[in-house]
Nanobody, 120 residues
């Protein structure tokens, strides 16, 4: 299993970025998948998840209304559209595969992260 996140970068406060996570090595449309992030000096935290077919999504309160998770099962790719970015969104963002079709938090594979830096 491989998960490759991309799309990070440096953006100004209030700006937007779209992260992608290309998945391979497993049946992508059979499992939930999620985004997590880790800021310097802080624990890794949940950002957003999406079920196997995309019908159900969940968000951390801190990003609700600003971030949108989606997936393209035909392309084996997960996305995170991030709008109205704030300095507190600065972190390394990781995609992770759940071990079940619906999000239960049992992440069994993690990708290497992509850095998002928001400057004020």
């Amino acid at each position: 299993v491989q998960l490759q996140a991309s799309g990070g970068g440096l953006v100004q406060d209030g700006g937007s970025l779209r992260l992608s996570c290309a998945a391979s090595g497993y049946i992508f449309n059979s499992y939930a998948i999620a985004w997590f992030r880790q800021a310097p000096g802080k624990d890794r935290e949940f950002v957003s998840s999406i079920t196997f077919g995309g019908a159900s999504t969940h968000y951390a309160d801190s990003v609700k209304g600003r971030f949108t998770i989606s997936r393209d099962n035909a392309k084996n790719t997960l996305y995170l559209q991030m709008n109205d970015l704030k300095s507190e969104d600065t972190a390394v963002y990781y995609c992770a595969k759940d071990s079940s079709p619906n999000f239960h938090g049992g992440m069994d594979y993690w990708g290497k992260g992509t850095q998002v830096t928001v400057s004020s």
